[in-house]
């Protein structure tokens, strides 16, 4: 698994770079990456772009190598919403999630931080902000347990070094207290 997204990573950044378009990887691999091990199918990145960048971004990937619908792409991005990338080498979906306008996403994004993921840097969501995320996530899919578990062990696995000040600041505006306390 981690030589596919390692392949994977080594594919995208370097495009997602030359396009102009600043991201961050989120989710369940950035879990990982803050030390929740769990299987997952796919690959979520946050990104800002513009639409001249999106636009070179989705025309330059190879078709032979990767799957992605330009018209859907687009619409993502005046949508302010999502699309997906299908890599035919590696079998990952990577689903491309345009940056929220809200304050949290703004913040979110303007503190991720620069990490080696399978020997690749990439700009990687903080585990507070992916514990919040998967807050909200848990309540998207009505209280999913596995979202809070994944929440749990990223609480257990960073301990004392956890920002709970930044968690409180944010858990009554996203409508997450209820999942964060239950954590708790």
């Known amino acids: 698994m981690t030589d596919d ?7 995208l950044a370097p495009r997602l770079s030359a396009a102009g ?8 691999v950035a879990g990982m990456v803050h030390g929740r091990t769990r299987a997952t199918h796919d690959v979520d990145l946050v990104i800002e772009p513009t639409e001249d960048a999106l636009l070179a971004f989705v025309r ?21 919403s999502q699309f997906n990338i299908l890599d035919h080498h590696t079998g990952w979906k990577v689903d491309l999630l345009i940056r929220k306008p809200r304050a949290f996403s703004r913040e979110e994004f303007a503190r991720r931080r620069r990490v080696s993921v399978f020997g690749i840097d990439v700009d990687v969501a903080t585990v507070e902000d992916t514990i919040l995320a998967k807050l909200e996530w ?8 596995r979202q809070l578990e994944d929440v749990r062990e990223l609480v257990a696995s960073t301990g ?24 708790r």
């Not at 996203?174 to 306390?181: A, I, P, T």
């Open 5 to 11: 997204l390692g392949e994977l990573f080594a594919e």
């Open 60 to 80: 330059g990937l190879p078709a032979e190598h990767f799957y992605c619908d330009e018209a859907t792409a687009m619409d993502a991005l005046r949508r302010a």
């Open 21 to 28: 378009i600043p991201f961050m990887l989120v989710g369940s």
């Open 138 to 145: 848990s309540n998207l899919a009505g209280g999913s347990d």
């Open 160 to 183: 004392a070094a956890l920002d709970r000040d930044h968690i409180e600041r944010w858990v009554d505006v996203l409508g997450v207290r209820d999942g964060w306390n239950r954590v």
